[in-house]
């Protein structure tokens, strides 16, 4: 635009935006675009909503192999772990690629397209059987310098919160060699 402003101040940042957008974008991108505030008011409840699912998924599968926004986009979807698991059990990556490739009423993915996620997530479920634990995978946290009684009410209090129906089955996989599925803890 060759123009300046004063960054940083709220009213300049309005203008310029406003200078930008009226120039360069014509008024039929912008309104394809625009929401209006019931729109993002129903997209922050149904976030709000899926929240436990996304946690759920995050505890569940490490990091390296699920990300916190791929994790909301599967959540939104309506999918949750055992969804994932049934379909590569009944297809292997083909079952999750049709999950996620499946379209909407926009012509839009349900999930994504993109084969390097859908493989990320596949090799999580090909590791041996008592890997894909049914006890999720905890996020990592900051190591507490406890003694070691309020320690071990620490852990407990933490796998009880993350929904581990069993925790010393935690700790019994903590001990094995399945060092993809636990790197995280």
């Known amino acids: 635009m060759g123009k300046g402003y004063s960054a940083h101040d709220a009213v300049s940042d309005v203008a310029a935006l406003s200078a930008l957008v009226g120039a360069k974008l014509p008024q039929d991108v912008l309104a394809k675009h625009a929401v209006t505030s019931e729109s993002a008011f129903a997209r922050h409840v149904s976030r709000l909503k899926n929240k436990p699912m996304h946690d759920k998924l995050l505890a569940k599968i490490p990091r390296k192999q699920l990300t916190s926004g791929m994790a909301q986009r ?13 379909a590569f059990e009944r297809n292997g990556k083909a079952g999750i690629d049709s999950f996620f490739s499946e379209k909407g009423a926009d012509g839009q993915p349900r999930v994504t397209r993109t084969a390097s996620v859908i493989q990320k997530l596949a090799s999580f ?61």
């Open 74 to 86: 599967i959540a939104l979807s309506g999918l949750g772990f055992a969804d994932l698991k049934l």
């Open 125 to 185: 479920f090909e590791m041996p059987s008592e890997c894909v634990a049914t006890a999720p995978v905890l996020p990592a946290a900051p190591a507490p310098v406890l003694p070691p009684e309020k320690l071990a009410l620490f852990q407990k209090r933490r796998a009880e919160a993350y929904d581990i129906p069993n925790p010393e089955y935690l700790a019994w996989l903590l001990t094995q060699s399945c060092s993809t599925s636990v790197e995280n803890v």
